[in-house]
Each structure stands twice: as structure tokens, then as C-alpha cells.
């Protein structure tokens, strides 16, 4: 009998000591659960952030390029390119009201503008895209208008021609080192006569317009004589007779009869070519006059080649 009890003791303690097999299974699936759980929260995590990024970061940083190039004398070129319709674009000069450039969603814009006159004009350039993504560029530019001065002496007498690009406001002149004196002017084009002192002397003249560009010419300038000259009929009442004089001597004769007519007459005479100098200092010439009205236009060159000028008419 005891040796039956210390059999079955023996077993008990066996079924102790053995492990548990489904217990063990049962701890490993839920690590593993676990595990998977927390790998799957970790993923979906990154996947919603990744969305989250992708709507609140703009799809692209690019800007639009702007080129400004002055491409005339007094004009720029405004250039814009970019990979994106441009929604905006603005120009303005001296930090004045923009002016804006219809962009109609093209990506790329092409614009010529005017430069204002005088220095350091700021053009101010601004765009922006359709994703709010803008550009600017600053440019300096200066641009002296033309001012074109042309002189004529004749005799005592300087006549000054005066074409400008933009509005005349005024100009001064001097003869060698006297006193300045001023003249107003208007308008795009102006026409003056100055006296010329007798004698040689050096003009300095200068012309502003309006935006204060200005242009200045300096010249030699010697005053002249011009020849006398007198037309009338002889005694006759068949010819016209002009009679010509000159302290340097007559070169050219110039008359014209009925010129606004079908039968206007043009003639020249070369004295020079025939007569000596000291021939040519008094000169008398007659010509035939024509049945009817006789308008004449007579001009009397000397060797300067200042003339003067008469008009008469005559009829026969």
C-alpha cells in the first residue's frame, strides 16, 4: 500500500513540473497583436501626415522670371516667363500708380514701354502666378530727349530753327562774354531772330524743354552786309530793271516772274563768272516785262552769301 501511494506521488509531481503548452501559445499571439497594432497606428499615421502636408505645402515654388531690357533710345521692354499662368502683372514709373498689363492667363508676357525723360527714371516691375507665388525687379533708366538746333545768319540777321521730341519751355543766348538774355518758348518747334553785332563773335545758345533736357550750341558767327537792292520799270515801261550793290561785290542775281502761274519763269545769273569784282560791287540789269500782271521775286546774293530780297509787281 505505501508502495502504491509513492507511485502516485511520484506522478503529481511530474504533471507539476511539465509546462503548459496552450498557455505559452496564447502569450505570443497577443505580442504579436500587439505589435501589429501598434505598426498599423504608426502607418496610418504617416500616410494622414503625408496628406496632411502634401494640401497645406504649394505644389511648386517656382516664380515667374522678369527681363527688362531697354531696347531703344528712350523705351524698355518688360519680359515675363514662367511654367505657370501668370495671374498679375504691373509696371510703374518713379514709384507713380501701377499700370497693369492684361495677362489673360498666358505664361508668358511681352510689353514695350516709353521711358519719361531726364535721370534716373525707377521702373518698378511686379508678377504673380495663379499659386500666389510673385516676382518684382527695379531698374534705373535715363533718357535725354533731342533737341535739334539749326542756324542761319544773313546779314545783321540770325535766324534760329528749334525742333524738339518734347515741349519746348525756353532759351537763353549770349554773344562772347556779354549778359545772358532769355526767351520763352512753346510747342514743339520755334522760330527766332537774334541781331547780330557787327564784327565776329561767339554765340552760345542753349534750348530747355520742359523736363529740363537740354542742348546747347556755341558758333562763330560774323555779321554781314547785305546788298542793296532796287527793282523798277524804265521809262520806257517795257523792261524792269533791277540795280544791285555791294561793299563785298554781287555774285548771284535771282528772279522769278509769275511763279504760282503754268508759264512761271525761273532765271540765275552767274556775275561771277563774267564780271570782275570790282565790277560786280554796282550792277544794273534789265529785263523785258511780260503783257499783263508781272509778280517778281528778286534775290541779291554778295560773295558771303547773304542776299536780300525784294517783291514787286508790274503791269504791262
Excluded at 48 to 71: D, L, N
Excluded at 82 to 111: A, C, F, G, M
Excluded at 116 to 139: C, H, M, V, W, Y
Amino acid at each position: 500500500m505505501n508502495q502504491i501511494l509513492s507511485v502516485e506521488n511520484t506522478k503529481k509531481e511530474k504533471r507539476r513540473k511539465s509546462p503548459s503548452g496552450p498557455i505559452e501559445i496564447q502569450k505570443i499571439v497577443r505580442i504579436f497583436a500587439i505589435i501589429m497594432i501598434v505598426f498599423g497606428i504608426a502607418i496610418i499615421g504617416s500616410g494622414s501626415y503625408s496628406m496632411y502636408k502634401g494640401k497645406t505645402e504649394p505644389k511648386s515654388a517656382t516664380r515667374p522670371i522678369i527681363v527688362a531690357s531697354q531696347t531703344a533710345g528712350t523705351q524698355v521692354t518688360i519680359q515675363i516667363k514662367h511654367d505657370k499662368p501668370l495671374s498679375k502683372v504691373t509696371y510703374s514709373w518713379n514709384d507713380e500708380e501701377p499700370i497693369e498689363i492684361e495677362t489673360n492667363s498666358r505664361s508668358e508676357i511681352s510689353q514695350i514701354v516709353e521711358i519719361p525723360s531726364g535721370n534716373n527714371n525707377r521702373l518698378k516691375i511686379f508678377a504673380e502666378d495663379i499659386n500666389e507665388q510673385t516676382a518684382t525687379n527695379d531698374s534705373m533708366y535715363t533718357v535725354q530727349r533731342k533737341i535739334d538746333i539749326q542756324l542761319e545768319a544773313n546779314g545783321t540777321d540770325l535766324k534760329v530753327n528749334i525742333e524738339s521730341e518734347t515741349e519746348l519751355a525756353y532759351m537763353t543766348y549770349r554773344w562772347d562774354d556779354e549778359e545772358e538774355k532769355e526767351e520763352e518758348l512753346d510747342g514743339y518747334e520755334a522760330e527766332k531772330t537774334i541781331e547780330i553785332p557787327k564784327g565776329q563773335h561767339t554765340l552760345t545758345l542753349i534750348v530747355v524743354d520742359i523736363d529740363n533736357n537740354t542742348e546747347t550750341e556755341e558758333q562763330e558767327i560774323k555779321a554781314v552786309t547785305k546788298p542793296k537792292l532796287d527793282v523798277t520799270v524804265d521809262e520806257t515801261g517795257e523792261n524792269f530793271v533791277i540795280k544791285a550793290s555791294d561793299e563785298e561785290a554781287v555774285k548771284r542775281i535771282e528772279f522769278i516772274i509769275n511763279e504760282d502761274s503754268e508759264n512761271a519763269e525761273r532765271n540765275s545769273l552767274d556775275l561771277d563768272k563774267v564780271f570782275s569784282k570790282e565790277e560786280r560791287k554796282e550792277f544794273e540789269y534789265k529785263y523785258p516785262l511780260r503783257e499783263g500782271e508781272n509778280k517778281l521775286i528778286i534775290r541779291a546774293y554778295n560773295e558771303s552769301g547773304v542776299y536780300e530780297e525784294s517783291r514787286v509787281m508790274f503791269r504791262k
